[in-house]
Structure formats: C-alpha cells, structure tokens
Antibody, heavy 120, light 107 residues
C-alpha cells in the first residue's frame, strides 16, 4: 500500500530556508507513470499547489513561488524534497506531499502533512 | 491570476442530494479534480478527470462538467460526508489552482 511521509523541521526562522522531505513507501518513485508534488495549506485557509517533479528531474513550479522554490528527487532513497527560501510568516502552513497519476499538478495520494511554523 | 470559484457553504439534510459547483474560464480545456477534507486530515481525492471516481470512493459521489462549470454531486448524503470540498484544475499555462473550498454541512 502506497504511503507518503513528510519530514523536516517544524519551526523555521524568518529569512531562512524551509526544507522538507517526502519518503515514499509501497511504490517506486522511479515509476514512469507518476509525478510527485507539494501542496500547502495555511492554518484555517485553502490549498495552494507549490510544484511537482517527475522522476527524471523535470520540474513544474507555481509562478507565484518559483523564485524561492526548489524541488528535487533522490531515486536511491525513494524520496523527493522541497526547499523554500527566504521564508516569512506567510509561509506558515501544513505542507503535504502527494503523488499525481494524470495531471502533474493534481494529487491522487497524499501524505498526512506536516506543520511548519515560521517564527523567530 | 486564474481563479476557481466555489460557494463558501452548502447545507443539505441526510438522504438529500448535495451539489457543489466550481467555475473557471479554463475548465473547458483542463480537467477538474475534487478533494474531500475533514478536520485535521489530509485531503482525499473523490473525483478525477471531471467525472472519474477512484477506487474505494462510494458511488454516491459523481462529477460532471458543462462549459466553464464543473459540479460535484453527492447523492443520498450521509453524516460522514460533512467536510470541506475543494476543486482543482489548471490555468492555460499548466499552473495548478485550487478553488476556495466549500463547507458541506449535513443538517
């Protein structure tokens, strides 16, 4: 059974870089059938697509975050990662990783999410 | 920037039919997806590619598309269906966009 698990610091200081990893189990991240993505949700608010990656390394980013976002994949560890630089309080959110089957910006299977708070 | 518009709330009695709409100019050209999110939980996909239902999702969930509007229909609503529902699609450049969400209340 496919499982996705986010991990990383729950507290990040303003102006620093947020780094999260999604570990995939029960399936290979190298499958040519899927894309892997990140979505976030500020407390009490709606969802925002951050970006997605194909196992080959091709990336797709939300233009509103593109200048600060890097998504990478490590097929040897069956993981993919998110880096968001120059964070502010507005980046405080629950961050979800997800697998997309058809459109790269969608999410068929989601991780449970991890709350990241930006505060000094 | 591109927007998907959903009603903030929909209320129905148990056993009735709930319809949640999502409007956007690019919907005739891009597929729509629907997610159910209960408090404190991750979203769950309930409809993909406008009208396809993932395995494990009850048959009472269905999706349809007409022009610039897509609709999630829940027939015979049950108390367990009370949740927030989000539509998702993409703009003409392929940037993923979510609607603002609709809170479904089962009276």
């Amino acid at each position: 059974q496919l499982q996705l698990q986010e991990s990383g610091p729950g507290l990040v200081k303003p102006s620093e870089t947020l780094s999260l990893t999604c570990t995939v189990s029960g399936g290979s991240i190298s499958s040519s059938s899927y894309y892997w993505g990140w979505i976030r949700q500020p407390p009490g608010k709606g969802l925002e697509w951050i970006g997605s990656i194909y196992y080959s390394g091709s990336t797709y980013y939300n233009p509103s975050l593109k200048s600060r976002v890097t998504i990478s994949v490590d097929t040897s560890k069956n993981q993919f990662s998110l880096k968001l630089s120059s964070v502010t309080a507005a980046d405080t959110a629950v961050y979800y990783c997800a697998r997309a089957v058809y459109d790269f910006w969608s999410g068929h299977y989601w991780g449970q999410g991890t709350l990241v708070t930006v505060s000094s | 920037s591109y927007e998907l518009t959903q009603p903030p709330s929909v209320s129905v009695s148990p056993g009735q039919t709930a319809r949640i709409t999502c409007s956007g100019d690019a919907l005739p050209k891009q597929y729509a997806y629907w997610y159910q999110q209960k408090p404190g939980q991750a979203p769950v996909l309930v409809i993909y590619k406008d009208s396809e239902r993932p395995s494990g999702i009850p048959e009472r969930f269905s999706g349809s598309s007409s022009g610039t509007t897509v609709t999630l229909t829940i027939s015979g609503v049950q108390a367990e269906d009370e949740a927030d529902y989000y539509c998702q699609s993409a703009d003409s450049s392929g940037t993923g966009v979510f609607g603002g969400g609709t809170k479904l209340t089962v009276l």
